[in-house]
């Protein structure tokens, strides 16, 4: 899993880069304009966009977490079966940062309406682009929330097996990692907090 990131960070930018300089060198190089492509995508559907990163990266780290934390209390579950119930409330940590995804995207798709008469104002780009940028934030910091949770999650279990004295310890660790996600929503709410509706 380490190495796809970099590969797909680095094969997109060839792509990029190759279609580039494709325009560049067949006299289309204006064709190439970002600012021309925000300008006619609907703000609508950056909102749209920015509610789905919202929720679904949000329940992948969850989803991502758990399947960590869960991993090791089972095993950590055979030689100690004691384990078992009292790292359920890891899973419950994990569980907490789809709650996050959730309740963002009910307030950001609160401010989405399928009224619109003119999509292309000042006001509703302001409000597409707030939404989509909120979106992503909650979500990026959901998911990698959710990651840290399961990691802390699982070593608390093996290290409750190994020493039960442990537990609250790493559980200190784990509350830590788990306000990660707050932090997220927190700074969506401060970047969407002046978005109106859509008008």
Known sequence: MGYLAPSLLISSTS?????????????????????????QSSPYAWALVGVGLCIGLSVAGAGWGIFIT???????GVR?????????????????????????????SAKINGNVADP???????????IFWGGLTV?????LCGVSVGITGSTAALAD?????????????????SVLGLFGLIVGLLVSGKAEEFV
């Open 120 to 130: 292309n104002t000042t006001n509703n780009f302001y409000t597409g682009f707030a």
């Open 15 to 39: 792509v990029a880069t190759v279609v580039g300089l494709y325009l560049l060198f067949t006299g289309q190089g204006e064709a190439f304009n970002v600012g021309k492509f925000l300008e």
């Open 161 to 177: 097996a190994a020493d039960p004295q442990l537990f609250v310890k790493i559980l200190i660790v784990e509350i830590f990692g």
């Open 70 to 76: 869960g991993a090791s209390i089972l095993g950590g």
């Open 80 to 108: 100690a079966p004691r384990i078992r119930t009292k790292n359920l409330i890891s899973i419950i940590f994990c569980e907490v940062v789809a709650i996050y995804g959730v309740i963002m995207a009910i307030v950001f």
């Open 139 to 143: 979500g990026i910091c959901n998911l």
